[in-house]
């Protein structure tokens, strides 16, 4: 009786509900809050590979603002620069590139811990400053990092993945930059790159460290706190067709490697052309995301972390679904040999 009592306690830490505060900065509540959540794991989960659980991550996690007024970025074709030179194009674009609503500081407060990176130069810009990119420009590097940064030093039991996995225009004095700008936001609480079976969040509170760096560029060999990308494969489906994506989750899941590497399902549809061309105006949230959201949430249901199982699942405007709450409570199916015992 009193392991099953054990259990239930277990298992209601994984329960979450408590709303946020507004922030300081005078931003939207998130409803939910899961900003402690890795902390109020139960003891048995602390120890298992992070590559074992099942954490919630964003996709494009940047894009929340991007400028209109900027210049067209250097991940667009050459013909579509030259449609951005008429004024309501870059209108048409922003309904398109944005691909979340909710900030770097309300994503970790909802309990987003994988974030999805592409960065960029800005043309004319002789500092070399580093921005987010998708389409048009987003915010400074530099203003996100310490906005995550600020979060982790107010809750010490959460941890980051940062995948920076495009880059453009980007000469090796720009990623030296860009490197020493990490180095300098997070210092102390970057964790080297190791085994990923040794990573598990007890071993990450001991050193007291709460990121980790994923940088898509052979510069990351040079540098001790860098992980090479190849420890964290995203395959892409690259369709509109929800059905597809849901065959090419299973697939790719099906496929992935027993150790060394962490594994993220990426639960996004891409547009094609022609789709931008029916919904021009509506963009991608209103013509895409939001009638398909449902049925990847139903999908994300019906998965189990572990081994081989589901580790991270990324997700276009997480706010729009109980996306962040219903990843980590997958979680309690990693307790259920511990109920069986409990009945025993």
Known sequence: MTGMLAFRKARKKLRMGTICSPTS?????VEVCNADWMGSLPR?????????LAIPGSHDSFSYWV????????DQTPAIKRLARVSFVKKLMKKWSVTQNLTFREQLEAGIR????????KPGDTNREIYFI???????????????????TQHPKEVVFLDFNHFYAMDDAHHEYLIRRIQEAFGTKLFPSERVENVTLNTLWEKKCQVLIFYHSPLAMQYPFLWPGHRIPAPWANTTCVRKLILFLDTTLG??????????????????????ARGLVGGLKNTLVHRNLPVILNWVKTQKPGVLGVNIITSDFVDLVDFATTVIELNNLLLQGDRALAKC
């Open 255 to 276: 496929e992935r490697a027993p150790r060394g590497a962490f594994h993220v399902s990426q639960a996004i549809l891409t547009p094609r052309v022609k789709t931008i």
């Open 67 to 74: 400028d209109e007024k900027s210049p067209v970025g250097p």
């Open 114 to 121: 994988y974030f999805d990176l592409r960065v960029s130069s």
């Open 25 to 29: 900065g005078g931003t939207k509540t």
């Open 44 to 52: 048995r989960l602390s120890t298992l590979p992070l590559s074992h």
């Open 134 to 152: 998708h389409g048009l420009f987003g915010i400074k590097v530099w203003d996100g990092l310490m906005e995550i940064n600020s979060f982790l």
